[in-house]
């Protein structure tokens, strides 16, 4: 790696340390990083999908009794819940993306 701290007029410049493997490793954290975020997604979308469900289908006896609005409001937030959680997803796979070799 590039060192121009041993000469004071080199280290005016402040250019940053290149170090390839260190770039690696970066990339690799990133990577998992990405991976543990799209699992964390699908589980909390599998979560708040069987949940609803739940909701719905077994408030007392959903056959004779009218779901509550308390009920209906929650199984509404967790319906909602796909339009937040999707795009930290997205986001999370652009940033990866953008991470190139040359970066």
Known sequence: PFNDTKCSRLNALNVPLHNRRHQLRMRDL??????????????LLNFHTYTEQRVQIFP???SIDVITPLNQKFSQYLHENASYVRPLEEGML??????TEDT
């Not at 652009?94 to 991470?99: D, G, K, M, V």
């Open 30 to 43: 990133a990577g998992q990083a990405l991976s543990f975020v799209q699992d964390f997604v699908k589980s």
């Open 60 to 62: 007392i006896d959903s």
């Open 94 to 99: 652009n940033l990866f993306e953008s991470i």
